[in-house]
């Protein structure tokens, strides 16, 4: 009987320190995902300020030159 429980503890143990393996490294599959996510969403929040500030030079660019042409025709 002590040598059953002596097994089923050894196994218990062996399996326990699978477990928390895994968690592990769900742990750091989680984290890496999150980062990505974070990544991801700074990527797009910069593309979109520099898609507005390209905007913005456009239409400044647009007011500067037709205020030169109304400039030059006088």
Known sequence: MTEQ?????????????????????LQRLL?????????DHIKAQNGSDIKRAINALTAQADVLSKISSKLYEK
Do not use: G, I, P, Y
């Open 5 to 25: 429980f002596t097994h089923h503890t050894v196994l218990l143990d062996k399996h326990l320190d699978s477990l928390e393996r895994d968690a592990h490294n």
């Open 31 to 39: 984290q890496d995902d999150r980062m990505t996510a974070h990544m």
